[in-house]
């Protein structure tokens, strides 16, 4: 049997579980056999009646003594006693309506069940198990991602048919590399990932699949980077950088002007630039932007600056408007909310050229927009940005110079993997007289008291933020109900006589702007919102932010919140309001009081909650993996990097045909994300 042929060719499988199996994605026996498991039980170790944990599956080793009767309970089920014991207790096993499970089971002999142990030490139950003969095959049972109607014993058994008949899937690592790393082969590796007999077997088997994918991975970006470099971007003419500075009401810091140098040295080559700039928030990341636009408009080139809200396009806009100006730079704005006739004279003007920076959301992107000479594309806070819409904006002109500026700080390890194909640039120093946020988290019986505090602020003409969460999507209503009664019980209480102003994501961009604007202009005080205003507003005088429920936010997201106070000279504050009871919300929520620093808070996220929280997949624009884990294996990821770039050293386009098939696998996992070396 061939790896590419039909899962049709396996028996049991007709029109129904075709259709199973085409949820899950599989059409061949090669997929069937990439589908691997999500876990495994391991019945290698059972536990004894009394020492198994309360909290958790488990598998427990007893024999069965006495089968009862069924009853029949009133809701027309039927339930099916079995007592077991070991030494150590005895357990009440129950069973509801399934007869063939009890029937199945001998009294006097001992079997391995699988389930939840509950009840008190005295009297132990284990409800539904799954039961394991003794001398079973496979001690380490997987659990495979399922979809509706498959059964995980139905798709182990269409899995191990299919590995009787040894279909040879092809080898995509070299060998000398696999010599050199102690790399089982790929159908060793195949079988044992589904079929281990010892926790050996299943480590390698591992590690050999997580290798496989995360180089094949680095090899794809690595064909990416290769295709950028071999074509040609505008080079921009060198200029005189003096009239921007001296236009600036401030002096750049060190890592500013360091992060500006490497920009302008890329935009006066031919190679498009692809380069990342890193810098924690309120660490003045807009300014380098507004330096490459103003170098290109100097050479008669046009910059786009895409921002990922329609207020922070605004915000941009307005802030780099008087700048332009004095600069005698044209600026422009183009988002979704304009009016057509609006936007149809911005896109005359791109065309024509009569606009030197762009700043805009994802309005730049659409259909009708050309650019007269577009060298320079921007996106801020590109997380939010997936790699196809990247991808897509460096298509209106003639392969541009591509800068990308984020605040998202990423662990190195991970940085290396996901912008493996760019250049980095950090900023980091924030400018100077800035004084730490001062963070605190108090419960919600001090809440009047922060409201005091607020008070006092607000009295000597600062302004402050309340943020309030949006949870998880089917709550969005309730959560906006939530803010909306909440920001009208503070004006009409706590804050009658100050001005009050609510702002959220469903608002239109209209409503938004003006209330941004009062806030802005310092005639709104306090300012209610959910989390639109998490990423880059920029209102220096605001120096407060109070965060309600902040256990519903990550780590790191709560430190995007915080970045939206201590942009000015005034001592800034960060109130954390949450009545959690759990420790190790507790200790997050302090690990945010004791550190400013966003690669340091980012790194502790990373190893509390898990990469899942963390960054999500869409967040990076990467395709998703079956088994390996870009964070947890930093090792495996630096050396599937170092292969990769040896490897694509000595054949740059995988040309040699003993590299086909890992050329193929690599145009497959980038076509995923919808971008394809070739
Ligand atoms: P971010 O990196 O978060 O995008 P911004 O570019 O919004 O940061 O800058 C934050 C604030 O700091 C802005 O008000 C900006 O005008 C100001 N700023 C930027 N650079 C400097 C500097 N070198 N000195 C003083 N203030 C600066
Ligand atoms: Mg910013």
Redesign the pocket.
């Known amino acids: 049997m061939q790896a590419t042929e039909s899962i049709q060719k396996l028996r049991g499988v007709g029109t129904q579980r075709i259709a199973q199996l085409e949820k899950l994605g599989i059409r061949t026996i090669g997929e069937l056999l990439l589908h691997y498991p999500r876990a495994y039980i391991d019945l290698s170790a059972p536990f004894s009646i009394s020492g198994a944990p309360y909290d958790q599956p488990c598998v427990i080793r007893a024999k069965v003594l006495r089968k009862y009767p069924p009853v029949r309970l009133h809701t027309g089920i039927s339930l099916y006693r079995v007592q077991a014991a070991d030494e150590s207790a005895s357990l009440e096993l129950t069973f509801f309506n399934t007869k063939f499970a009890v029937d199945q089971l001998d009294c006097d002999t001992a079997y391995l069940f699988y389930g939840r142990a509950e009840g008190s030490l005295l009297h132990r139950t284990m409800s539904a198990p799954q039961i394991y003969p003794l001398q079973n095959a496979h001690l380490y049972q997987p659990v495979y991602p399922l979809t509706a109607g498959l059964s995980n014993k139905v798709l182990f058994g269409l899995i191990t048919q299919a590995l009787q008949h040894k279909p040879q899937l092809p080898e995509l690592l070299p060998e000398a590399l696999r010599q050199e790393l102690l790399l089982d082969g790929i159908n060793e590796g195949i079988f044992n990932i589904h079929l281990p007999q010892n926790a050996d077997q299943l480590t390698r088997a591992r590690r050999r699949l997580m290798f496989e994918e995360l180089f094949t991975l680095a090899v794809g970006i690595g064909l990416l980077r290769t295709q950028t470099r071999n074509c040609r971007a505008l080079a921009m003419q060198p200029c005189s950088m003096q009239p921007f500075y001296a236009a ?6 060190g890592a ?1 002007q360091r992060a500006i140098t490497e920009l302008l040295s890329d935009l006066q080559g031919t190679t498009p630039m692809n380069r990342l700039v890193q ?11 507004a330096a490459g636009a103003y170098f290109v408009a100097q050479s008669g080139a046009q910059a786009a600056l895409m921002a990922p809200t329609e207020l922070l396009a605004r915000q941009h806009y307005e ?1 780099l408007s008087s700048l332009c100006g004095s600069l005698g730079m044209r600026i422009g704005l183009l988002t979704g909310s304009m009016t057509a006739a609006q936007k149809r004279k911005v896109r005359q003007q791109l065309e024509a050229g009569e606009i030197d920076l762009c700043v805009g959301t994802h309005a730049l992107l659409s259909e009708g927009v050309s650019f007269h000479r577009l060298a320079l594309v921007i996106t ?2 590109q997380h939010r940005f997936g790699v196809a819409q990247r991808a897509a904006l460096q298509q209106k002109g003639e392969h541009p110079h591509t800068l990308v ?1 984020s ?1 998202t700080p990423i662990p190195r390890t991970l940085a290396l993997m996901v912008y493996g194909e760019l250049d980095v640039s950090v ?1 980091d120093e924030l ?4 004084q730490p946020v001062k963070t605190y988290k108090i419960s919600s019986g001090k809440r009047e008291r922060a409201f005091g505090f607020i008070r006092q602020h607000l009295d000597r003409g600062l302004q402050a933020y309340i943020v309030c969460p949006l949870v998880a999507s089917g709550e969005v209503e309730t959560g906006l109900q939530a803010a909306t009664d909440y920001a009208a019980q503070l004006s009409s209480n706590d804050f009658s006589g100050y001005c009050v102003s609510l702002l959220h994501g469903k608002m239109s961009a209209s409503e938004k702007e003006r209330v941004m604007a009062g806030f802005q202009a310092g005639s709104i005080q306090l300012l209610v919102s959910t989390t639109v205003i998490e990423v ?1 507003v ?1 209102v ?1 005088n605001a120096v407060i932010m109070m965060i309600e429920n902040a256990e519903r936010f990550g780590l790191s997201q709560l430190h995007q919140l915080r ?1 939206r106070v201590g ?2 000279s005034e001592q800034s504050h960060c109130i954390l309001l949450s009545d959690t009871r759990s420790p190790d919300t507790l200790e997050r929520l302090m690990m945010m009081c004791r550190s400013n620093n966003g690669f340091e808070i980012a790194e502790y996220d990373l190893k509390t909650r898990g990469p899942g929280n963390f960054l999500g997949q869409q967040q990076h624009g990467l395709p998703k993996l079956r088994i390996a884990d870009l964070t947890t294996e930093p090792e495996l990821v630096a050396q599937a990097q170092a292969a990769a770039q040896t490897l694509l050293h000595e054949d740059p386009a995988l040309s040699q045909p003993a590299h086909q098939p890992l050329r193929q696998a690599c145009e497959q996992l980038m076509d995923a994300v919808g971008e394809r070396p070739n």
């Not at 810098?279 to 932007?289: E, F, I, L, P, R």
């Not at 400018?431 to 800035?434: A, E, H, S």
């Open positions: 600036l009401p401030f002096t750049l810091t500013q810098g924690d928030v309120g660490s003045g990341k807009t300014m380098v932007a802030g801020d806070e500026m605040a900023i400018p100077p007289n800035r880059g920029d220096p970045g942009r000015g």
